[in-house]
């Protein structure tokens, strides 16, 4: 992994938990991504790898899956403090 | 008269919808369309007097579950007017007075990204024409709260009266975060909770005594402020509001007493498996490989026994009242109609229920379990070549097996322009139906490499539905993209045996009803044009003793130039072709009866390679000019890509419009004849 790069959803690790800090997908679906509960700040957990990078993302009780495509522009930090 | 229903099985079925099914009128009767409401004691009602109820939700929140435990049988299906977006409909008596309800699809927002959700915003703002609810049913899932809360602040923003639905409340009880609808009617300053379940049913009566108590109007929550929608920039409103509406569902949950915990459930442990890159793929491909022989061979026997043993009941029986009026009543044209017409389409609808019966309870446990939102995510790569959801998929695999079950499995597609993509792709998969030309022809041309050219013929329905799907996507459907896949994943619940008999029969009710009309009258047309005499020797109406005498046999010989490039100019093959637009099951039959050949027991290659192969080699080596072979792989290559049968054409005009059924018609022929064409002009150089 190119650790000169934010780390992203696609390589963070499994179960821990982490906060959005970028949403680098055009505008409209970015709104949806926002509607869908993923924000910038919001603290996610990755719990699920599926095939062609595509990620399975915990935010409290909800589960959303999204795309290796999409999950590789959804950059995060480890959560401080949780 | 010698009927084309003799070796006919599973086949012959055209269908007309219901009279008021995708019938844009009808519906727009039924919204109110451009009807202004009026005031009636301080509620309002639409023009016709029945107050429009319109149901809203996340998708997968079990909203559609609820409107059908709600309104059961009534239920009936209908195209959003001038789309082929799916709206539900009807009509509920609540105390004697009816109200018009109406489910929408699942969106995320009311700032649409497909027709679907557009389609849905509309419904519920009363915008693009249709009237303005009456009240707004919001179903909110109890699992994903605070997203639900969030599209729940939009609905609120409309001002319209809104009842909430809580549903899943038993599933996220058990995640430790159980709602207290009590609780959260109060936390939403008043806004009236009933907590539902719609596998089960219960508190629906709860839920429509709510909305009637409240047709008047319900609160609106502090922090939220009441819109126009018919005056608003509705992308500036959504966009610009959506950080209050998180802080303000942040509100109502601080109000609540939940205990979240966030930790590993039943579901995730399920998806670890389920949702594998590897072993994800493997289980959706053996769930594949199981509904497709599900649709096959065990409706197979099913099917034999209505063909079988219930045509022979239903014969004798009509034998038997025939005969109450004398012997000579069962030689009449009329006993011909009844039997060779009337009971055949009653019978060609029977066999279609086995398969149809067997898909829509496969595709109820899909999608009540949950699974069908993991089948999206785990194929999406492999459709997204195309811009297809990963569940488009399913119905072109099953396609293979019988493409009427197929293009019910379309509906499990959220995108409308996706669902008629798939929809005209489904024909080009190579049902088994056409197995049987390709196996007959196959050991009459090829006989030591038979196996190989009907492998082929597969290899090529798999390349046409890639090549069409891109050539349409060019033409047809360039708004379908591949967009980027974010979809909540509900969690999985083991499917209620009640709810799923209910809603199966209803499905198979529908295609029943749409059904029975048009299959009946294609057929009893198909009797009168091959009962009429056309030449002076072929005896008299209903008793025409070669079919070539017929005005059937007349047009087979008009149509039969038509395929002189494709090297079958010849009134045989063309009379088995237009026989074949009804049941692709028949052209074997029909082949045999026009070369006055009978098969009885014969199996494929036994036609093949006895007297009807070689009937078919010296009619092809004729009208290919010696090049018989090559005219034969034209004709199982027609055979492949024109419309498989009448009941699909029906099919697609019941699930999308007469338009779209006709253009797949019309593309099916186009594709097939250059298809044929190009591969006798190619082939006849070297076979």
Known sequence: MDTSSPLTVEHCPLDADMTITAIDIDERHRFRMLELGLRVGTIIRVIQKSNFGGRVIAKGTERIAIDGHTAARVAVTPAEGV | MTSHHQGHRRGIAALLPSPHAHDDDTHAGHT????????????????????????????????????????????????????????????????????????????????????????????????????????????????????????????????????????????????????????????????????????????????????????????????????????????????????????????????????????????????????????????????????????????????????????????TGIDWVFALFGPSALDTWFHSLVIDGVIDGVITIGTFIPPMGIMFILLSLLEDSGYLARAAFVMDRAMRCMGLDGRAFLPIVIGFGCNLPALAATRTLPDSRQRVLVGMLVPFSSCTA??????????????????????????????????????????????????????????????????????????????????SSIIISMLVVMWFLQAIPATAAAGSFAHVDDVHDSVYGV???????????????????????????????????????????????????????????????????ESSGGHGRAAAVAFMLFTLAYTPCLATVAELRRQYSMKIAMQSVGLGLIVAYILAVVAFQTLRWVL
């Open chain 2, 32 to 315: 109110h369309a451009g009807k202004p409401c009026c005031d009636t004691g301080g509620r309002r009602v639409a023009g016709d007097g029945m107050p429009r109820i319109v149901f809203i939700g996340n998708p997968n929140v079990g909203k559609s579950s609820l409107f059908n435990a709600i309104l059961g049988a009534k239920t009936r299906v209908m195209n959003a007017p001038g789309t082929t977006v799916l709206l539900e409909e009807g009509v509920y008596d609540h105390g004697g007075e009816d109200w018009d309800l109406i489910d929408t699809p699942g969106t995320y927002s009311l700032l649409p990204l497909s027709p679907d959700e557009e389609v849905a915003a509309k419904a519920v703002m009363g915008t693009g024409g249709q009237g303005a609810p009456d009240a707004v049913v919001a179903v909110v899932d109890a699992t994903n709260i605070s997203r639900a809360l969030y599209f729940l602040a939009t609905v609120l923003e409309l001002g319209r009266p809104t009842i909430v639905a809580l549903t899943m409340n038993d599933l996220a009880a058990k995640q430790g975060a159980g709602i207290d609808a009590g609780e959260l009617s109060q936390a939403l300053d008043g806004v009236p909770v009933v907590e539902v379940n719609g596998r089960t049913g219960a508190g629906r009566q709860a839920l429509m005594d709510a909305v009637a108590a409240h047709l008047g109007g319900t609160p609106m929550p502090h922090g939220l402020a009441p819109v126009d929608p018919a005056h608003i920039d509705v992308q500036a409103w959504v966009e610009g509001g959506a950080d209050a509406r998180f802080d303000w569902a942040a509100d109502v949950l601080s109000c609540l007493d939940m205990h979240a915990r966030d930790r590993v459930t039943v579901s995730d442990r399920i998806d670890r498996v389920l949702l594998n890159p590897v072993l994800g793929i493997v289980v959706f491909l053996l769930l594949m490989l199981g509904m497709f022989e599900a649709t096959t061979t065990l409706a197979g026997p099913a099917q034999d026994w209505i063909d079988g043993s219930v045509r022979d009941w239903l014969t």
């Open chain 2, 434 to 515: 056409r197995l049987s030309v390709y196996l007959v022809l196959a050991y009459a041309f090829f006989r030591d490499q038979a196996g190989l050219v009907v492998f082929l013929m597969y290899v090529c329905s798999i390349v046409l539905i890639l090549l069409v799907g891109v050539l349409l996507k060019q033409v047809r459907f360039r708004d379908v993209r591949s967009e980027p896949f974010a979809m909540s994943l509900p969690p999985y619940q083991v499917p209620r045996l009640v709810t799923l008999v209910k809603s199966v029969l209803m499905r198979l009710w529908g295609f029943v009803h749409g059904a």
């Open chain 2, 555 to 621: 047009v087979a010989d008009r149509v039969a130039p038509v395929f002189a490039p494709a090297g079958f100019n010849d009134w045989h093959a063309s009379a088995a072709l237009m026989t074949g637009f009804v049941a692709k099951e028949v052209v074997v039959a029909s082949m045999a009866q026009s070369y006055s050949i009978d098969t009885g027991d014969e199996d494929e290659q036994q036609q093949g390679e006895g007297s009807l192969g070689a009937a078919m080699r010296a009619s092809f080596d």
